[in-house]
């Protein structure tokens, strides 16, 4: 019998835990793609292509081309270009489409919060006085904050700003998740920080930051995700597994 072939577009941790639990599956063949903008990603279970397809054109070509089943969609939360056309290359291409997206963080009694709908509105409202910010928005968008380059910015992100900001006052931390609430609010104290902006990414990861500005009664500024395409979506991989065993049970049923 043949095996489904599923491509999932990939670069987080939910991405790389589905095609785990699908490998094991003899039923399915499993291609991960990663859009390449880490410059050292973690190690893959599966095999992994790497850059971008130029459009949903040019994805949908690569899906059918490539006789594949179904698409997933679990690429970042704010990887909105992406998932715009992953859903259109799945209505292109007349495949099985499912988006796997971790829920939004919910502001908690005790958070100091500040909504905003982009990177550049984040900025703005730190305001006219010099303020230490936690810039946790990884290192394609730090640019952003040379426009209120009067602030010091602590900025951690996986691989180097390149360039770095026309800032004078900065700091670079690399590191990559996941991260405790300890850590976190020894770094956010050792360097007074009084402001964070970061993205309502969701997930457990990289939450521990804002448990630790809530503990410290440090102000966030949350950047809301753009809208998300109406494809059928699922928050966790065990739902992501449940949705695929409905839509292929042969193949769920055959084990490795």
């Known amino acids: 019998m043949a095996k489904i072939r599923v491509l999932i577009l990939g670069g987080t941790s939910e991405a790389r835990a589905l095609a785990q639990m699908l490998s094991k599956k003899a039923g399915f063949d499993i291609l991960l793609s990663l859009a390449g903008r880490t410059e050292k990603p973690s190690i893959q279970p599966v095999p992994v292509r790497t850059g971008g397809f130029g459009g949903a054109e040019s994805l949908a070509s690569f899906l059918r081309d490539g006789g594949f089943d179904l698409l997933v969609d679990a690429t970042h939360?704010?990887?909105?270009?992406?998932?715009?056309?992953?859903?259109?290359a799945a209505r292109l291409s007349g495949i099985a489409a499912l988006a796997l997206r971790r829920p939004e963080w919910i502001?908690?009694?005790?958070?100091?919060?500040?909504?905003?709908?982009?990177?550049?509105?984040?900025?703005?409202?730190?305001?006219?006085?010099?303020?230490?910010?936690?810039?946790?928005?990884?290192?394609?968008?730090?640019h952003c904050a040379e426009a209120a380059a009067h602030h010091f910015y602590l900025v951690r992100s996986v691989d180097p700003v390149t360039p770095p900001l026309n800032i004078a006052n900065v700091e670079y931390i690399l590191d990559r998740g996941p991260f405790d609430v300890d850590g976190e609010a020894a770094l956010l104290a050792s360097h007074r920080i009084d402001a964070i902006v970061a993205k309502n990414?969701?997930?457990?990861?990289?939450?521990?930051?804002?448990?630790?500005?809530?503990?410290?009664?440090i102000e966030v500024f949350m950047i809301a995700r753009a809208p998300a395409p109406a494809m059928r979506a699922v928050e966790t991989v065990e739902e992501a597994l449940g949705a695929i065993g409905h839509l292929f049970?042969?193949?769920?049923?055959?084990?490795?």
């Open 107 to 142: 502001e908690r009694p005790g958070d100091r919060w500040t909504a905003s709908r982009n990177i550049p509105l984040a900025i703005a409202a730190l305001g006219p006085a010099a303020r230490r910010v936690f810039l946790a928005i990884g290192r394609q968008e730090a």
């Open 77 to 88: 939360p704010f990887a909105a270009r992406i998932s715009a056309n992953a859903f259109a």
């Open 201 to 217: 990414s969701g997930g457990w990861a990289t939450y521990a930051k804002i448990e630790a500005a809530r503990h410290l009664g």
């Open 249 to 256: 049970p042969p193949a769920m049923e055959r084990g490795v």
